[in-house]
C-alpha cells in the first residue's frame, strides 16, 4: 500500500491564483480530513469528510473548497490564493465506523503565496 | 472548546535517559488520544493510540498512558536514542473523527 499520497510536493502561488492540492490513499478508509500546519499554531483542521459524497468544516474552513466524489481521493481547492495561506498542508484518512479511528497522514504540500 | 497543551515544549538529553513527554487537554470527553513523532521538513509519523476506554498502550520503548478524568497523557521513551529526536504531537478527538492538536514537545537526544 501507498499509504496517503499528496500532490504537489512545493508549489508557490502569486496573489489571487487558484490551485488544487490532491490527496489520495489505498486503504479503503472512510474518514479524510484536511489540516495546515503553521508555526506557532500547530496543525488546525480545514474540511473533512465521513465518506463519498459527504464532507464538513472544520476549524479553518475560508478560503478553501473540498469534493469527495470517491473513497480513495479528496482534493482542497484554494479559490484566490491569499499570503495568509502560507503553510505545510496535511491530508489524514481514517478507517470510519466504529474503528479506532487511527489516523494516518501524508507527507504534505508546502504552499508559498506571494 | 477542546485545547491541548504539551510540556515541555523542548527537551534535550544525552542519549539512554528515560524521559516522559506531558499533554494535557481541557475537555475529558474524548473518543481517542493519538501521539505522532514529526521529523524536519515530514509528514506525521503514528507512535501510539490510545482509545477512551483504556489506560495505556505500548510498542516496544514507548508507552502511553492516558488519565482521561484528570485530562492527562503521557508518553514514555525508554532508553533514549539520538534517532529519537524530533517533535513530538499528541492529539485528540470527541467522536473519533477530527483532531485537535497540541504544539508539541521538540525533543532533542544528544550522543
Known amino acids: 500500500n501507498a499509504g496517503v499520497t499528496q500532490t504537489p510536493k512545493f508549489q508557490v502561488l502569486k496573489t489571487g491564483q487558484s490551485m488544487t492540492l490532491q490527496c489520495a490513499q489505498d486503504?479503503?478508509?472512510?474518514?479524510m480530513s484536511w489540516y495546515r500546519q503553521d508555526p506557532g499554531m500547530g496543525l488546525r483542521l480545514i474540511h473533512y469528510?465521513?465518506?463519498?459524497?459527504?464532507?464538513d468544516q472544520g476549524e479553518v474552513p475560508n478560503g478553501y473548497n473540498v469534493s469527495r466524489s470517491t473513497t480513495e481521493d479528496f482534493p482542497l481547492r484554494l479559490l484566490s490564493a491569499a499570503p495568509s495561506q502560507t503553510s505545510v498542508y496535511f491530508c489524514?484518512?481514517?478507517?470510519?465506523?466504529?474503528?479506532?479511528?487511527?489516523?494516518?497522514f501524508g507527507p504534505g504540500t508546502r504552499l508559498t503565496v506571494t | 472548546k477542546q485545547e491541548v497543551t504539551q510540556i515541555p515544549a523542548a527537551l534535550s538529553v544525552p542519549e539512554g535517559e528515560n524521559l516522559v513527554l506531558n499533554c494535557s487537554f481541557t475537555d475529558s470527553a474524548i473518543y481517542n488520544l493519538q501521539w505522532f513523532r514529526q521529523d524536519p521538513g515530514k509528514g506525521l509519523t503514528s507512535l501510539l493510540l490510545?482509545?477512551?476506554?483504556?489506560r495505556e498502550q505500548t510498542s516496544g520503548r514507548l508507552n502511553a498512558s492516558l488519565d482521561k478524568s484528570s485530562g492527562r497523557s503521557t508518553l514514555y521513551i525508554a532508553a533514549s536514542q539520538p534517532g529519537d529526536s524530533a517533535t513530538y504531537l499528541c492529539?485528540?478527538?470527541?467522536?473519533?473523527?477530527?483532531?485537535?492538536f497540541g504544539p508539541g514537545t521538540r525533543l532533542s537526544v544528544l550522543p
Open positions: 492529539a485528540v478527538s470527541r467522536y473519533g473523527q477530527n483532531f485537535v
Open positions: 486503504m479503503n478508509h472512510e474518514y
Open positions: 469528510s465521513v465518506g463519498a459524497g459527504i464532507t
Open positions: 489524514a484518512s481514517a478507517m470510519g465506523g466504529g474503528s479506532s479511528y487511527e489516523q494516518y
Open positions: 490510545i482509545q477512551s476506554s483504556q
